[in-house]
């Protein structure tokens, strides 16, 4: 994720918990269908039953059929490759030209106690033997045979020459045709054993091949990252309150109040869970400065399809929807009027300016409901679609739910933990312009010895610069508290 997680937590409840990666496939624009949670859950049980009964019925049609699983053999790369050299060596003339000698001559050395042949006991099924050592014993096996024929036929010296040349060039052929073969087997096999050493060069070893490049590190460690878990910002962690099953987690999104198209916070919400439990982990600037100053309004809203979520938890909150709900039922045609307005896109204005107004439109029947106590579990909403979010008076924000799911064996057991607080914007510090070492604690308006306007100061450079003896120099200017962006 390319925001940071929250960092230090004054309260001291926060801790870290680990996740699984993966999180929904964003796409733009889209917006799924109207759902709750509930019946998301009972669609998913639904499609696995269907899934076991298709799998039971193919199951009992293949138990008609006799299948013999030990007749079933996995065969390997290797003794591919050696039953591809057994057939290279049964093609051609080469086994009907030699079947007559081999019984004769080479019948000693190509046997051993168990009735293997030579080569195929040192050559072809020892995949991991040496290439040139192979060779060299083959060709010393064809020129022990050519002695021995040399022997025998020295025997009978006077009537079988031209028999003996002919047999000696038949011989020849045969012994250069075998040589031949068996090099270029031998070739075929060191072949494969440096593409299986190439293929070793991109698996995920704890030594980095080519230890001098520093780029092959970086993507090997880049990748390696992409299979562990990452730590996150989990509610609270002391109580273990072991989550039920069957459960849905949600994938709730916060955007900024002014920057619309920037995310400021996720969180990971269990289905379960009030609404509230989100809205207290939800951070904005603009409720640390009523607090500061003060006017710290706990009321507010979520504003889901057709329903005001009030929190009316304190007895000081006010119920925000009310006004809008008075306002909709005493002024129908001035409602009626602007929602059109809101609701008809270009497409709807063609329409309208082509066809004329074919179906007028409706209000939505809007109602409240108390957010304390309402889950995500009761709520319609629909996937992608962008909500409200009001607080402080009028400090409004877009809220997306992006992904519901059941919940995975690795995610946090821990309902305590949730809402899991999966991204947070990375918080921008201004430093003070004077010292520029400290963060900025003050800001100054129409300052004539600052030196920009407005000013930053830290409250050391901020003092020194204003007050002589604890008394201010003047007061021609105007001073806030700065808080971070």
Not at 63 to 81: M, R, T
Not at 248 to 256: N, T
Not at 273 to 282: G, S
Not at 384 to 410: M, S, T
Request: charged fraction near 30%; glycine fraction near 6%; include cysteine.
């Amino acid at each position: 994720m390319s925001a940071m997680l929250m960092g230090h937590d004054e309260g001291g409840e926060d801790h870290n918990v680990s996740i699984p990666l993966g999180g929904p496939i964003y796409v733009r624009d889209m917006v799924g269908p109207l759902i709750r949670a509930p019946d998301f859950e009972n669609s998913v049980f639904q499609e696995l039953q269907s899934l076991k009964e298709e799998l039971s019925r193919d199951s009992l049609e293949t138990c008609d059929e006799e299948i013999l699983v030990d007749e079933l053999k996995i065969i390997g790369e290797d003794e591919l490759v050696d039953k591809a050299f057994e057939e290279a060596f049964k093609e051609g003339e080469l086994a009907i030209d030699t079947s007559q000698r081999t019984e004769e001559h080479l019948s000693p050395r190509r046997t051993d106690d168990n009735g293997t042949s030579g080569l195929e006991h040192g050559g072809l099924h020892n995949s991991d033997g040496d290439m040139k050592a192979i060779v060299s014993s083959e060709c010393s096996n064809v020129l022990s045979v050519r002695a021995c024929r040399d022997k025998k036929s020295n025997k009978n010296p006077s009537g079988k020459r031209k028999k003996r040349r002919h047999e000696r060039e038949e011989d020849n052929s045969f012994d250069e045709s075998y040589i031949a073969k068996v090099e270029e087997l031998a070739r075929i096999k060191q072949k494969q054993e440096e593409q299986k050493a190439a293929v070793r060069l991109h698996s995920f070893d704890s030594k980095v091949p080519g230890s001098g490049s520093t780029a092959k590190a970086d993507k090997i460690r880049s990748l390696r990252s992409a299979s562990v878990s990452t730590k996150v910002r989990a509610s609270n962690t002391c109580d273990n309150v072991p989550v039920q099953f069957p459960e849905a987690v949600l994938c709730f999104e916060v955007y900024h109040n002014r920057k619309t198209w920037l995310k400021t916070q996720e969180f990971l919400v269990l289905g379960r869970q009030f609404l509230t439990e989100v809205r207290d982990k939800t951070y904005c600037l603009t409720d640390e400065i009523m607090k500061k100053a003060g006017h710290n309004d706990p009321s507010g809203y979520f504003l889901i399809e057709d329903v005001f979520y009030n929190d009316m938890r304190d007895c000081s909150a006010t119920d925000y929807s009310k006004p809008i709900l008075d306002w909709l039922e005493n002024s129908k045609n001035d409602a009626l009027e602007k929602w059109e307005f809101i609701v008809s896109g270009e497409l709807q204005q063609k329409q309208k300016a082509l066809l004329g107004s074919q179906s007028k439109q409706q209000l939505p029947q809007l109602k409240s409901a108390h957010m304390q106590t309402t889950r995500f579990c009761d709520i319609r909403f629909r996937l992608g679609a962008g909500y409200l979010y009001c607080h402080q008076g009028d400090c409004k924000h877009i809220i997306v739910i992006r992904d519901l799911r059941l919940i995975h064996p690795e995610d946090v057991q821990n309902r305590a933990a949730y809402p899991i607080l999966t991204l947070q914007q990375k918080f921008r510090y201004r430093k003070c312009s004077v010292c520029k070492i400290y963060r900025a604690a003050k800001m100054t308006v129409d300052d004539k010895w600052a030196l920009s306007n407005p000013c930053y100061f830290c409250d050391v450079c901020y003092y020194m610069l204003h007050y002589a003896n604890g008394s201010l120099l003047y007061s021609d200017y105007s001073v806030y508290d700065y808080h971070h962006e």
